[in-house]
């Protein structure tokens, strides 16, 4: 676990550091001419654009989590490649089994990239 949140929060930071870079400069001079202080930039400027951006790009880190935790996951690896040799052993159909484990990744990934990848067009900047 402690190994799975060190991976992933560097891809988030850099996300959110990517967004935080798509704000233009103008704006945060702009609140610091009429004397906000630093949190407050952050709070009411930068960030609200920042997070508008960045929602595509964590959607991917979502979507790469999910794989690598159950790739990752010693006990769930091991259980899914002992109940695929044993439906191998007694159906010996390799390629339907191996797709069925497949579908199974597809139906974890595939509605959360869809479903994030709308509200990344929802709230995209318009540039």
Request: hydrophobic residues 55%; positive net charge.
């Amino acid at each position: 676990v402690l190994g799975l949140i060190a991976y992933t929060s560097a891809f988030v930071c850099e996300a959110l550091r990517s967004g935080i870079n798509t704000v233009p400069l103008g704006q945060v001079e702009a609140a610091r001419a009429i004397g906000l202080s630093f949190p407050q930039i952050l709070r009411i400027i930068v960030l609200p654009q920042a997070f508008r951006s960045v929602v595509g790009p964590l959607a991917n880190v979502l979507i790469a989590l999910t794989k690598n935790t159950t790739v990752a996951a010693a006990i769930g690896v091991a259980e899914a490649a002992l109940l695929m040799r044993e439906m191998i052993e007694n159906e010996a159909q390799l390629i339907l089994i191996s797709a069925i484990f497949a579908f199974g990744y597809i139906c974890l990934t595939l509605p959360t990239g869809l479903l994030l990848g709308r509200l990344a067009k929802k709230v995209a900047v318009k540039r």
